[in-house]
T-cell receptor
Framework: DAKTTQPTSMDCAEGRAANLPCNHSTISGNEYVYWYRQIHSQGPQYIIHGLKNNETNEMASLIITEDRKSSTLILPHATLRDTAVYYCIVSDRNQAGTALIFGKGTTLSVSS | DADVTQTPRNRITKTGKRIMLECSQTKGHDRMYWYRQDPGLGLRLIYYSFDVKDINKGEISDGYSVSRQAQAKFSLSLESAIPNQTALYFC??????????????FGPGTRLTVL
């Protein structure tokens, strides 16, 4: 079973920030938080990951709470092309045999 | 050119037929994975391989088998296809020595329909 809880769907206006929450209250000390997205039945695409510090790359920012029990993915200026299913995944970076466990994710709809 | 390719992209077959889905990668990654996705659901892991000599069952391996012919190739077989194996199948690769340890790179998917 997925170790994360995400809202089923969210809406966002084009040009505004999209903030996607994720709860992972049972996360362990060795587990990272990963975010992927899947655009209309294409293969999932890696976005960002983090352990405990906030992270930023060219696609998004990841804010992880101090207790690490939740996180938020931020798309600073959402575009129509950001409409996708977003998956929050916790995974032990150092564990042999690690595979990603995908839940149902959050369907983000960006509209003009 | 795509780093992870899957063939065929679409396949319609009949119950009881043997089907092979193929995955090739040019990323030089040792780790490869097969997932399936059913409508409205997330991806579920079928099999994964850490190198040519290492094959591991995933969450839903029953009814499937795999072959790792080379570092770059990982095939998924349905020995006797059944209708509830109708799904979208994805192959993925990863490099454990990379900065993003669990960043997996996915192929475009194979849409399989079993009648």
């Amino acid at each position: 079973d997925a170790k994360t809880t995400q809202p089923t769907s969210m809406d966002c206006a084009e040009g505004r920030a999209a903030n996607l929450p994720c709860n992972h209250s049972t996360i362990s000390g060795n587990e990272y938080v990963y975010w992927y997205r899947q655009i209309h039945s294409q293969g999932p695409q890696y976005i960002i990951h983090g352990l405990k510090n906030n992270e930023t790359n060219e696609m998004a920012s990841l804010i992880i709470t101090e207790d690490r029990k939740s996180s938020t993915l931020i798309l600073p200026h959402a575009t129509l092309r950001d409409t996708a299913v977003y998956y929050c995944i916790v995974s032990d970076r150092n564990q042999a045999g690690t595979a990603l466990i995908f839940g149902k994710g959050t369907t983000l709809s960006v509209s003009s | 050119d795509a780093d992870v390719t899957q063939t065929p992209r679409n396949r319609i077959t009949k119950t009881g037929k043997r089907i092979m889905l193929e995955c090739s990668q040019t990323k030089g990654h040792d780790r490869m994975y097969w997932y399936r996705q059913d409508p409205g659901l997330g991806l579920r892991l079928i099999y994964y391989s850490f190198d040519v000599k290492d094959i591991n069952k995933g969450e839903i391996s029953d009814g499937y088998s795999v072959s790792r012919q080379a570092q770059a190739k990982f095939s998924l077989s349905l020995e006797s296809a059944i209708p509830n194996q109708t799904a979208l199948y994805f192959c993925a690769t990863s490099d454990p020595s990379g900065i993003s340890y669990n960043e997996q790179f996915f192929g475009p998917g194979t849409r399989l329909t079993v009648l």
